[in-house]
């Protein structure tokens, strides 16, 4: 899937650089939609402008998305503030209406992404369609196959501009997320699939406007390429979703706030520097290796020694020993602790399977 296209390479996307989506949970009225978009319009620019036509709800009875005829009011939004939009699909006849209304992005739900069936309908109803942009959450639950599976649907129906959006995953512990953030699987998302664009959700992963600011920075810091806010000109009153909306002034706020870093630079005396410390790096590395190796040799010999006098691999109190030992050293010279205790208990396991390996070897 080496041909998945960047962000800059997608028509809606100008000027390149992360990209910003805004715009309420759900379209709740014409009124309410061009509003709140337009005011989002004029306090920051943005790339996408986003509203739920179709909501997908945990529970009977909230409010289920005003369907169709929200479609037309989006597209008079699209035609009236000349921006592009984006909205959920969660069925074939979803992707045929949002086509139909000049939807320009469509995005595949949390809800849809775990179940193939649902995906693969997608998938069929884009055969045959080209340059329509899908970006496509996470699944509820914690599975990069899962998630890179959709992708992996939507690519095989000629979808090329595709991007992950992370918007975090469900717990039954309460924390202190609505959907706890796993930076580590959309990494490793990110590490199978280089190509793809990320976008995080802090909205979905909050769960609180107060978590929107630090999960948008998290994202950033981690090189995501865009992130997608709801925004709403009344939270406090919106239908759905109404604790995790900001207002535009607030959003504007917050894409002004968060430090957007560059992943790379042009400028000539940053990149030397940057080279000359990696440089260090490399040799440090290069060092730690070295004494690895030396450390597990020796591990061997201790190995040889115990199996001649007949002793056990594992001993307690040695092991209680390195254990205290070592991460109170690391911390005199400056390092965490808890990292230490972790390398030391992976260099520890490491040990005893060589000495195992060792010992249980018959004598030559
Ligand atoms: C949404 O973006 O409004 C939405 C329903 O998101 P998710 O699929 O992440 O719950
Ligand atoms: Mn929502």
Request: proline share 5%; net charge negative; glycine share 6%.
């Amino acid at each position: 899937m080496k041909d998945i296209q960047s962000l800059e390479s997608w028509s809606v996307v100008k000027n390149g650089g992360p990209i910003a989506i805004a715009g309420p949970c759900s379209a709740e009225s014409e009124e309410q939609l061009m509003d709140t978009c337009r005011q989002i319009t004029e306090e920051i620019g943005i790339t996408l402008l986003r509203a739920g036509i179709w909501k997908p709800r945990t529970r009977p009875g909230s409010f289920e998305g005003i369907g169709e005829e929200g479609l037309k009011w989006f597209a008079n939004v699209k035609k009236e503030l000349n921006m592009p939009i984006t909205t959920e699909v969660a069925n074939a006849q979803h992707v045929e209406l949002a086509l139909k209304y000049g939807v320009d992005v469509l995005w595949i739900g949390a809800r849809s992404t775990v179940n193939p069936f649902t995906i693969q309908e997608i998938a069929d109803a884009l055969k045959g369609v080209k340059d329509v942009p899908v970006m496509i959450k996470n699944p509820i639950n914690p599975d990069v196959a899962l998630w890179k599976g959709a992708i992996e649907r939507i690519y095989g129906a000629g979808v090329r501009q595709i991007a992950g959006i992370h918007r975090g995953f469900s717990s039954f512990e309460k924390t202190q997320y609505r959907n706890v953030p796993m930076w580590k699987l959309a990494i490793a998302l990110k590490t199978e699939l280089p190509n793809l664009p990320l976008i995080c959700d802090p909205s979905h992963i909050g769960g609180t406007r107060d978590l929107i600011y630090p999960v948008s920075q998290k994202a950033i810091d981690l090189d995501f390429d865009g992130l997608m806010i709801e925004t709403h000109r009344d939270p406090d009153n919106a239908w759905s979703d109404a604790s995790q909306q900001v207002t535009p002034k607030r959003l504007a706020e917050i894409l002004n706030e968060v430090n957007i870093k560059k992943s790379t630079t042009d400028a000539e005396e940053v990149n030397s520097k940057l080279d000359d410390l990696r440089g260090k790096i490399d040799r440090l590395d290069n060092e730690l290796l070295e004494v690895l190796s030396q450390r597990m040799n020796v591990v061997g010999e201790i190995g040889d020694y115990k199996r001649e006098n007949n002793l056990t691999v594992f001993q307690a109190g040695r092991w209680i020993d390195i254990f205290q030992n070592r991460p109170e050293q690391a911390a005199k010279l400056g390092l965490s602790k808890a990292f230490m205790e972790q390398l030391f208990k992976l260099v520890h396991d490491e040990s005893i399977r060589l000495q195992t390996a060792v010992v249980n070897t018959e004598k030559a």
